[in-house]
């Protein structure tokens, strides 16, 4: 996860993500529900968001089993006024190690071969030096149950200067924060409480493609 962001939101805000999900209620009402009472008028960002958090349902990946997290994700880095796209599928399992499969999607001679690379155990840490690095680690790199999600959001509610946005693309809403001077948006899906993308400012987006937990590095 690239770490352009600095400041002093809690050095343990991984450890504060954990035990709020020991804290989240098992479920509530149905997430279409959910995002009903999130689109009402009159709300402020993070009521918006709690109610996300308290009424979102399951995701597909909740069904999956396997002693590792599979993340894959879409990134488009721009410098120089160029997009680049990323192609990124990581496997992490609880003892930190895990796999990074990564391959550029755009440039000359296109799709080029992927690099892989093996990670020990505790080389995959989930603890970002602020609390917004620390989700975007988290998300990134963990499956995250329906409760671990609510906490998630839960934190991200808790954030100064969270603004909301509006619908963004099909089901989810958009949040933004700030970040050093830097806008951080997030979309977050209501029938979930998935945060299935986030742009930093111009420089990054990232579209989550698909989240499991799988058996094998594969």
Known sequence: MERTV????????????????????????????????????????A???????????????????????????????????????????????ADGSGRLAERRLTGRGGPGPA??????????????PTAVTSVLDLIGLRYLDRAERAAVLRVVAGLPGLAYRGPARAGTLGFTVDVAGTPLTLAVRTTTGEIVEWDYGDAQRVVVVDRARVSALT
């Open 115 to 128: 690099t892989v690379t093996d990670y020990p155990p505790g080389a995959l840490e989930v603890a970002g």
């Open 47 to 93: 009521e918006r968001l709690l109610t996300v958090a308290e009424r979102a349902g399951p995701a597909p990946g909740d069904v999956t089993a396997g002693e590792y997290s599979r993340i894959h994700l879409r990134r488009v880095t721009r410098s120089g006024g160029r997009a680049v796209v990323w192609d990124s599928v990581r496997w992490r399992a």
């Open 6 to 45: 600095v400041g002093g939101l809690a050095a343990v805000a991984v450890a504060a993500l954990m035990w709020a999900a020991s804290l989240a209620p098992p479920g509530g009402a149905a997430g279409t529900a959910g995002q009903a009472v999130a689109l009402a008028e009159g709300l402020s960002p």
